[in-house]
């Protein structure tokens, strides 16, 4: 590998530290959660592996310690606790909690911690003098204890994809959720990188025993494989938790504004009681929550102005020109409209003797009114052909 090589570390380096800083809040809140704790161990993880390996960040260890290839006890540790924790967390999915499923995680992380362990006794008892930024599992592939300590890292690594893959494979045909079988396929797609990783790395380092020179499969082929690893074990197990998320972000946010006419127009009135103050750092749940609150307060303070009259004459005119489907929305409106103009006025409610069977109806039409209001002209233009309406008939 060469300098030009820095590069494609970037990418996926930043988008593990965007989730890493993304999750942290979710951590914050319920650091008790399994499932929270092992998807931020995951991250972090997979971004110390990613920063540790960046060639010139490999330099700075050594220059800093003043151990040459420092480095690699520390990125194979890394890459070893990433692994214990991907198996543990597919184990989490597919079964259900169980003793037996305690005790075989359990099992993962002592093995793991064993190996991480046997990572630093043998790079403590290797002689390494020479600092190797980019062929450190070639150039030391005969070095004793060093030898055995790029086989143990590569070994716990292969050994952690294959079991993955199995149970993935396994797992996929009974997963439902559309969420959790995307991330399925991310994990799949992972995992079989870091297969091509780990066969790319044994070859060189086989061919060295040999007497052959097939580095460029240890320095440029396998580390390409490394880096789609690490995106895509993130991604599968990111995917499943945020995408449900992100989905119902998505829809309270559109809720939230369709809403924003409706809200807007009813705020005039003074709240039945003291209402709490979020600012725009607050959920978006609680703002929603809250707003459709706000609306409904308001629709039953002005229920006693509600004018049935004008409400069947709006739908008319609003059927006529834009269909039923929008109708009842137009006509909601109109009649809310004029209910709080009747509102502010001061006066006693009017005598609307169908005004408390027309309150539900509007009640239960809420999105279709506030869609309406986003076009004002509309319900001006139907408000007037009511009332015009009106004064034709009782002219007549």
Not at 58 to 81: K, M, Q
Request: glycine letters at 4%; aromatic letters at 10%; one cysteine or more.
């Amino acid at each position: 590998m060469s300098p030009s090589f820095h590069i494609p570390y970037i990418l996926p380096t930043a988008l593990l530290a965007l989730a890493l800083v993304l999750k942290f809040p979710t951590f914050l809140r319920a650091s008790r959660d399994p499932d929270v704790r092992a998807t931020t161990l995951l991250l972090t993880w997979a971004t110390a592996v990613l920063v540790v390996i960046t060639p010139v960040n490999i330099e700075r260890l050594n220059v800093l310690t003043g151990i040459p290839n420092i480095a690699a006890p520390w990125a194979y540790s890394f890459l070893t606790a990433f692994c214990a924790t991907g198996l543990t967390m597919i184990m989490r999915w597919r079964e259900e909690p169980s003793e037996r499923r305690r005790r075989r995680m359990r099992r993962v992380y002592w093995i793991y911690a064993g190996v991480i362990a046997a990572l630093w006794l043998t790079f403590l008892l290797a002689d390494v003098p020479t600092a190797r930024i980019y062929d450190l599992d070639t150039y030391y592939a005969g070095t004793p204890w060093m030898r055995e300590h790029i086989l143990l890292y590569i070994a716990a690594h292969m050994v952690s994809s294959l079991v993955a893959v199995s149970m993935l494979w396994k797992w996929f045909p009974e997963v439902a959720d559309r969420w959790l079988k995307s991330g399925v396929v991310f994990l799949q797609l992972g995992f079989a990188s870091g297969l091509v990783f780990d066969a790319a790395k044994l070859a060189a380092i086989s061919a060295r025993w040999s007497g052959r020179d097939w580095d460029v499969l240890s320095t440029q082929a396998a580390p390409p494989f490394a880096l789609l690893q690490a995106a895509f074990v993130a991604l599968g197990f990111l995917v499943p938790q945020a995408g449900p998320f992100l989905q119902k972000w998505i829809r309270d946010q559109r809720d939230y504004r369709r809403l924003a006419p409706l809200w807007r127009a009813v705020r005039v009135l003074a709240p039945a009681a003291a209402q709490a103050r979020f600012g725009w750092w607050a959920p978006l749940d609680l703002r929603l929550v809250q707003r459709q609150q706000r609306i409904h307060d308001a629709l039953r303070v002005l229920t006693p102005y509600f004018d049935a009259a004008l409400h069947r004459r709006a739908r008319q005119a609003a059927q006529a020109v834009h269909g039923s489907r929008k109708a009842e929305g137009i006509a909601g409106a109109v009649t809310i409209r004029a209910a709080i103009d009747a509102h502010r006025s001061g006066g006693p409610p009017p005598a609307h003797p169908h005004a408390p069977h027309l309150g539900p109806v509007v009640s239960n039409h809420i999105e279709d009114i506030a869609a309406a209001l986003h076009h004002p002209h509309t319900v001006e233009d139907v408000r007037r052909r009511a009332v015009t309406t009106e004064s034709a008939n009782s002219h007549a």
